[in-house]
Structure formats: structure tokens, C-alpha cells
């Protein structure tokens, strides 16, 4: 069945410094979903990508969507302590209400 | 802002019994699913719900779980003979046209 792997299962940075997680799919997406989980809490959306290469930028963080939409990635610049959470990719296969097959994660931790 | 809310918060069960997790979804959405999250891991799609019908639904979802939209605002997951393995968050979630899925706060579901 189709799998969504992500790296790194951890990060670590020091408050200010960039963060990036990478998403992939073993099968081609119709989109991509991003999704923030804080600790102890549910996810909530943060963006839809749908186009092949689509980049879309909210504030410090910047979603990339692969050529071959296969793969994807959240960058966030200049981190701040607001940005602690785990961050999940997901993906659809079609493009109506279909299920999301959620990525395996990032959990990302802040140095103040 | 609308949400999706969630009861219980938490619910412990001895093993074989039967529980009920309850949902209510944001009033105009249409797609209703539940997924869940054992302790530390993704989020894993358990089933969809449209037009008061099953559309989609994972593996995971056997004969010992059903769903149901009991009137026009609640929907409830029903787990018949709860094993040690089912114990997890649930999460209901929503979504209208935009396609994004809003997620309720969850259900701690710990079976003993």
C-alpha cells in the first residue's frame, strides 16, 4: 500500500536557526497536505499544495511540491519557540474528500 | 471560529468491552472520518463517511468497528470488543469543499 515517509524523525535547533523536513511518497500524489501537531495536541492544517514543482510561502515557512509529486517539503526560517511541534505530511491520491495518508513525521524541538 | 469537537476526552475500558466515541463535526461540512495515533506515532486513517455512508475505509477497520450519524450533528465511532491494541487517540475530523481537514481535539481511549 502507499507509504509517506519523512526525515528526519527529530530535529533539533537552536532558536533562530532554519529547519527543514522532507516528505516522501512511494506512489504519485494528486496533492499534498501539511499538517502541525503541538505536544499533546491534534493536527492542524496548514496547507494544500496540488500543482507539480508549486512553491507557497506563509510568513517564515515555505512548502515545496516535487516535479514529479513524489515529494515535498516544509522549510521554516529562522526558528522561534512557537514553532515546537511535530510537523506531518499528507498525501491524497485523488483530488475530492478522499482519505489522507499521513507521513511518519518530524518532531522538531527548540534550543532557546 | 467553528471546530470539531470531541467526547470523551478519555475513556478507559476493560478489554471486550464496547465503547462509543462521539464527534461533532462543523456544521456545513459534509466529509466526516476518523483516524487515530497510537502514543508517539503518525496519524492513521480509519474510515470516511459521506452521505451517510461508509466511502472509504483502512484495513484497520474491521469487523469490530462501526460508525454511524445518529442525527444531523453527532457522529460516533463504536469499537464492539475493545482489545489492548486499540488502545490510541482518536481523532474525528471534518471537511467542507476546501478539501483541508479540520481534526478535533481526540479521545484518549486506553483499554485494560
Known amino acids: 500500500g502507499q507509504q509517506v515517509m519523512q526525515i528526519p524523525q527529530y530535529q533539533h535547533v537552536q532558536e533562530g536557526e532554519d529547519f527543514t523536513t522532507y516528505c516522501n511518497s512511494s506512489?504519485?500524489?494528486?496533492?499534498i497536505q501539511w499538517y502541525k501537531q503541538r505536544p499533546g495536541g491534534h493536527p492542524v492544517f496548514l496547507i494544500q499544495?496540488?500543482?507539480?514543482?508549486e512553491v507557497k510561502k506563509q510568513k517564515r515557512l515555505t512548502f515545496q511540491f516535487g516535479e514529479a509529486k513524489k515529494n515535498s517539503s516544509l522549510h521554516i526560517t529562522a526558528t522561534q519557540t512557537t514553532d515546537v511541534g511535530t510537523y506531518f505530511c499528507?498525501?491524497?491520491?485523488?483530488?475530492?474528500?478522499?482519505?489522507?495518508?499521513f507521513g511518519t513525521g518530524t518532531r522538531l524541538t527548540i534550543i532557546p | 471560529e467553528p471546530e470539531v469537537t470531541q467526547t470523551p476526552s478519555h475513556q478507559v475500558t476493560q478489554m471486550g468491552q464496547e465503547v462509543i466515541l462521539r464527534c461533532v463535526p462543523i456544521?456545513?461540512?459534509?466529509?466526516f472520518y476518523w483516524y487515530r495515533q497510537i502514543l508517539g506515532q503518525k496519524v492513521e486513517f480509519l474510515v470516511s463517511?459521506?452521505?451517510?455512508?461508509?466511502?472509504?475505509k483502512s484495513e484497520i477497520f474491521d469487523d469490530q468497528f462501526s460508525v454511524e450519524r445518529p442525527d444531523g450533528s453527532n457522529f460516533t465511532l463504536k469499537i464492539r470488543s475493545t482489545k489492548l491494541e486499540d488502545s490510541a487517540m482518536y481523532f474525528c475530523?471534518?471537511?467542507?469543499?476546501?478539501?483541508?481537514?479540520?481534526f478535533g481535539p481526540g479521545t484518549r481511549l486506553t483499554v485494560t
Open positions: 475530523a471534518s471537511s467542507g469543499r476546501a478539501y483541508e481537514q479540520y
Open positions: 506512489t504519485t500524489l494528486s496533492n
Open positions: 499544495l496540488v500543482k507539480s514543482g
Open positions: 499528507a498525501g491524497k491520491l485523488g483530488f475530492g474528500n478522499e482519505k489522507l495518508t
Open positions: 456544521s456545513n461540512h459534509l466529509y
Open positions: 463517511f459521506y452521505n451517510n455512508e461508509i466511502s472509504e
